[in-house]
């Protein structure tokens, strides 16, 4: 089941340097383990905003709501969920 | 280089339907051209809404806007593009 | 899988007064039978609005929006789909 | 009497963390309470979000200020009140 | 049990001119029909617009709800309802 | 001469306890005062929120500026005027 | 008393150009007119945009309704009110 | 040349006291210096904001930057510029 | 002195295809002749919109009112003005 | 490729003065590097505002976010970008 996710990160300015460098490696190994399990199955940089669009393809809502509450920037974003549908124009639709 | 691409659909009620119909058909066909050259590279639909968020693949602006202008849906959509990155933790990016 | 979906009904005011009515009865045997089958489990009037608030508990999001975009009045709605999941908090979370 | 409240929960970083897991420790237990009495009738968690989506039936306007001014976590959130009525499709209208 | 509600008219500038006339005549007296009756306790002008802010005191969300849906503008307005409280720096809360 | 005014109160978190308290009983015998003298005329809180809708009867202008700026809750307080007018339906007019 | 007035003028396209015409001069009329009278006491374009910044000087709130509601373009304008009071920083305060 | 100009002023609360006031003496003798010179020809308090409306009459784009850009209170403010010309209704333009 | 002016463009569907098409090659007269005359800077087309972004060198607000107001399109435009300065980082700025 | 960019700064009041003082020193000769290179083709002062419009003009969306993200003041902006294009009625598209 597919979802598109865009999260806006905001770190604050004043965070201890050593804990936000922390923080980022984390959410890079957790996001690219995601990836490698295939749940997490596309994630782009929006240009000139410290912002990702990210396709999930999950079991479903419950799964979705896990992934993102544990991402270790989570405390720091704000996260907007659409879910999504195959489209009728889609080739691969067959 | 990679767009999202949202689009918001809003056929006037008072369309003639023949024509209503006759352009839904045409947009499908050139979506799914594009689709097949490579250009147009998803197409999901938004749920519980007539509309769609695409990830375009494009030589440059110029041809991103030549795509969207020469939708048949065009002048019953809006349309809003985010340029999009690579991003630092995609897997794919080595 | 739980959805909060509110929907705001606008109708043109030109509309063919048969035809209104006839949309308006049929979107109704349509509720009510999703509600039977218990895909549409709760619906509630937004006082003082043409709107609903509702709850949908279905198998995935294409189902989802195969039930609303069947809907007999989507030409006429707007549609906001908000997915929810359990809270820690519910006391039915055992 | 039916209201939907919409509560996002916005803790401030820097909170100490042991005040923050008593506070949420004791919303829950008063959120589980006013669930026993019957008076919070839905509580389902926003995919994604910090914040939930409820339903309460209270027996008026000063009941559901009272509850939701004492909520332990009501100096970090925003609320959103949406009075609700009886729908005329809703089966159990009868 | 109070509630404010913003009433925003705007009827279509084509609509016939007798059914326009005998519509807002027809609302003055729905208006101060439940004026007498106490149910509609405060209605004003908002200076420089089609709009009133009004003051209701009702049995519950129910009758409220009848109320606003059964307006005669009712199909030309948008409308906004504020469940209200007795405030603690009330002088008439003793 | 009426205004609606709809004030809401977002006072910080880390403000002094004692202050606070002081500042809001300040605010109450401020209001209290001002609604023995019949220039406050109503005052209700909006349910779920740090926020009540008032109505002012006032000289002009100036006095309510006068009367906003001086309440000592203003610092922190977000203030939304709406000036008033007898409305043609209103069974007071005559 | 005085008030900043924001209009924006949207004449539907389809509108009888002759009625156009004339209800253009009436409002230039009925404008001027209250100009010599000192009541509407500045009146500036605003650049690029159908719409006019004014300032009136009026008795009280129900004079600048009534002057607002007989705008002869009043049916087509969007209209935006702000009380003013005397700044304590100009220079006519003395 | 013609600007209307907001300034919404927002002063941290934890701003050193004697800075504050300094800072509010500053910003009144800089304004009416223009004031006095002609640039600044209205400024009024907006009712129940810390804000002002007003008028400015500067020689160019470069000349209104410069007096803003060097408000005393510029680094607390927001501010919205927008320019003005002739209204065709004005009884001064002959 | 520089403005930047964004214009969007909504022809209504129903617009006689003739009177469309005159209007549309009308326009790009008129901004070519100002383009030649240097006073229409720049013009270019925002990526899946009909709208322009321009930059405008004109003698003052006035001008830039006459110019806009008289855009054969203007009825169906909505237009947003923006007045610049040089930037301190120009290098143009010497 | 071009792409017009709004840059909005907000420097926090309590950024150490001389690393404030440094990093727009260090945004300055950035941003004329970029000027030098011609991929900053111009950079305006809004009028009234710390923000800034910019045009460049790069090799792809890739190169337009290392620009922005490597901005000495990007932790403090806040960064809107529109992609634009050859409009058909620039004269210099022969």
Redesign the interface.
Known sequence: ?????KMDVNI??D?DPELRAETIAT??AY??QL??DGEWV????????YS??S?FDVR???R??EI??NLPLF??MS?????????????AAG
């Open positions: 089941m597919l979802f598109a996710v604050p300015n965070l959410e890079k996001s690219q990836q490698r596309h994630i782009w940089r929006v240009v000139g905003q990702n669009l396709i479903d809502n419950e979705l709501h993102l509450w405390p720091y996260v907007e969920v659409t879910p999504l549908a195959q489209h009728p124009s889609d080739i």
